[in-house]
């Protein structure tokens, strides 16, 4: 028996373009594998308008509108408010796919959107971490009261599997601690320094290919790693924890000087994150760090990332993550919306 | 609701043994986090006889015999045939823990205690990579005719999600290949040799401590490796692969010499595994490679191991797992277990 499914996209940035591509792309195989077909009934931008069409809008059309800088109004059929929350409400559908930007400070108003996503009995896949660090308790309970899913493992680490590995596959196990890479962005800039650039070089390069923001702040002081600190703490650990709680240095202290000395010693500094239990106080802390070769976090590049679990029944989970894009985003919610269709059945 | 498990554990050494201390350690948080309580109603050794008991083995009584040399027959409360099959015929068990010895030749007798619990009605987990690779088709099968689970994370990384991860986790991603270190016993003798000893130094090393076995040749050989290869073959890409068909190089041409040549420009030996499809074909191997501080492999020390799946949808997602023992595998054997309740709720 084919199921189909009513999906809404509130927000077509490069992850929720890359999503559609990715629905296109596995359209097939969703039905013939998963046995479940789609439609996508509404889809909001931030700045390209919003379209609403119970039949299913024409992704490849919405697609080209988007990226050809035009507005998906014209694919609209439903008269609806101009908000976000107007739309979700308009847009009848069974599954929330929200990917609009990150608020490091409040996680507003992605945690409306997810409200409102349960409030009209969808189920809600995010990539946003600003829900998971300010809303977790709340949106979790909400979810659970209407029994919904929320979901969002692309919110750290893209589509690497970090949030689901602990639902089945550790089962049993107590999570104790863990360190790791966890900011792109910072990883690659501190290789573009080691090459000799300055920071404010570096940053540039990085914002000519689109890695770094047009306000590198966010990442070169460490909040959006502080921020993957706190939702992991939160979800993991059961420790809830804000990125304001973290102890955080950026990167702004690293030079190309000391990267030479360290290199001269066969090390590197990276960003590391880390958090855990010690002498029974809960620890949080993002900070640029010196780690040889021996180190697992060594040979992390780019805009790889790398995490290493300490559990009670495993000394050393680590997950590695090599060369993201917005399609392995992409792919962290399609094996949410995947995980939904199996629980529903 | 709390409901019990009648458990029976074929094979008592290392890992059977570390998964009965597991479960006596978690006995608590099973019945409260997931309302199970159980008996282990068999236990059958190699060399120290067998008991079955219709209300609960103790186990610490049976660690305690087996520890001190004694036999486990003086537990036993039914008479039973001599061989295994009709020890897990007498068991009456929910679940089957078969943890005997790898046969890389056939993958016998395990695939026989197998076939021998799912005719008892018994749900199956093992540590044992022989059935997965030599009788995978036929055990899923009879596992699937009997609405009965055969579960085996432990074959291959020990604990370490390999297999789950591939359930949920990673619904809708499917795998083109994979490379790793999967061998613990090579890659400590490796860096043995790194730090001078010859092979047979630092094989002689490896039996003194109980990482290497008195017949070196299955690990030494890559047929261990071999195996690994094929089971992840074999089970996540649906390439049926037995571990012959690897082409397969061991490390006994590594020597201390190659390996200074390597460190002076600063890159190590290591024993890696690969699996995928070139230009169409299917090719699995198992050779000593030089590997650099860049690779993910060189910072894989002692006995740790480290697996790098490539997918259509993740360019590369690794699993490292660091100073396994037999209790990581355990863990493996627990998860399995908690799979398998929940699935039945």
Redesign the interface.
Same mark, same amino acid.
């Given at each position: 028996m084919v199921k189909n499914y009513r999906l809404v996209l509130a927000g077509f940035g490069n992850v929720g373009r890359a999503f559609a591509r990715?629905l296109i792309k596995?359209e097939e195989?969703?039905r013939t594998k998963?046995g479940l077909t789609f439609n996508v009934t509404g889809i909001s931008t931030g700045r390209h308008g919003s379209a609403i069409d119970q039949d299913g809008i024409d992704l490849v059309r919405a697609l080209v509108l988007v990226e050809s800088g035009r507005s998906l109004n014209e694919l609209n059929k439903v008269v609806h408010g101009e908000s976000t929350d107007a739309f979700i409400k308009a847009c009848h559908g069974d599954v929330l796919f929200e990917t609009t930007p990150v608020n490091p400070i409040n996680g507003q108003p992605a945690i409306d959107h997810i409200s409102t996503g349960f409030e009209q009995g969808m189920h809600v896949v995010t990539a946003n971490k600003g829900p998971v660090v300010h809303g977790y308790q709340k949106l979790t309970e909400l979810a659970r009261s209407r029994n919904l899913h929320l979901m969002f493992?692309s919110a750290v680490m893209d589509?690497?599997?970090i949030f689901? $590995?602990f639902?089945?596959?550790?089962?049993?196990?107590k999570l104790l601690g863990f360190y790791g890479i966890l900011n792109s962005c910072t990883n690659l800039l501190l290789d573009l320094m080691a090459e000799g650039k300055t920071l404010e070089e570096a940053i540039q390069y990085g914002q000519s290919i689109g890695i770094t923001e047009t306000d590198p702040s966010n990442d070169v002081d460490g909040w959006d790693a502080s921020i993957k600190v706190a939702a992991l703490s939160t979800v993991l650990m059961l420790h809830p924890l804000t990125p304001q709680e973290v102890d955080r240095t950026g990167i702004r202290g690293i030079s190309p000087n000391i990267i030479r000395e360290a290199a001269m010693v066969?090390e590197k500094w990276k960003l590391v994150c880390s958090a855990g239990y010690e002498q029974g106080d809960f620890k949080a802390k993002v900070a640029p760090q010196r780690v040889g070769?021996?180190?697992?976090l060594?040979?992390?590049?780019g805009t790889?990332s790398?995490v290493?679990f300490t559990l009670d029944? $495993?000394?050393?989970?680590?997950?590695?993550?090599?060369?993201?894009g917005p399609?392995?985003t992409?792919?962290g919610l399609?094996?949410d919306?995947?995980?939904i269709v199996?629980d529903a059945n």
């Amino acid at each position: 028996m084919v199921k189909n499914y009513r999906l809404v996209l509130a927000g077509f940035g490069n992850v929720g373009r890359a999503f559609a591509r990715l629905l296109i792309k596995k359209e097939e195989e969703l039905r013939t594998k998963y046995g479940l077909t789609f439609n996508v009934t509404g889809i909001s931008t931030g700045r390209h308008g919003s379209a609403i069409d119970q039949d299913g809008i024409d992704l490849v059309r919405a697609l080209v509108l988007v990226e050809s800088g035009r507005s998906l109004n014209e694919l609209n059929k439903v008269v609806h408010g101009e908000s976000t929350d107007a739309f979700i409400k308009a847009c009848h559908g069974d599954v929330l796919f929200e990917t609009t930007p990150v608020n490091p400070i409040n996680g507003q108003p992605a945690i409306d959107h997810i409200s409102t996503g349960f409030e009209q009995g969808m189920h809600v896949v995010t990539a946003n971490k600003g829900p998971v660090v300010h809303g977790y308790q709340k949106l979790t309970e909400l979810a659970r009261s209407r029994n919904l899913h929320l979901m969002f493992e692309s919110a750290v680490m893209d589509g690497a599997p970090i949030f689901s $590995l602990f639902r089945e596959p550790l089962m049993g196990a107590k999570l104790l601690g863990f360190y790791g890479i966890l900011n792109s962005c910072t990883n690659l800039l501190l290789d573009l320094m080691a090459e000799g650039k300055t920071l404010e070089e570096a940053i540039q390069y990085g914002q000519s290919i689109g890695i770094t923001e047009t306000d590198p702040s966010n990442d070169v002081d460490g909040w959006d790693a502080s921020i993957k600190v706190a939702a992991l703490s939160t979800v993991l650990m059961l420790h809830p924890l804000t990125p304001q709680e973290v102890d955080r240095t950026g990167i702004r202290g690293i030079s190309p000087n000391i990267i030479r000395e360290a290199a001269m010693v066969g090390e590197k500094w990276k960003l590391v994150c880390s958090a855990g239990y010690e002498q029974g106080d809960f620890k949080a802390k993002v900070a640029p760090q010196r780690v040889g070769a021996d180190s697992p976090l060594y040979s992390v590049n780019g805009t790889s990332s790398f995490v290493v679990f300490t559990l009670d029944v $495993l000394p050393g989970l680590g997950i590695l993550e090599s060369n993201p894009g917005p399609e392995t985003t992409a792919f962290g919610l399609l094996a949410d919306f995947l995980n939904i269709v199996k629980d529903a059945n």
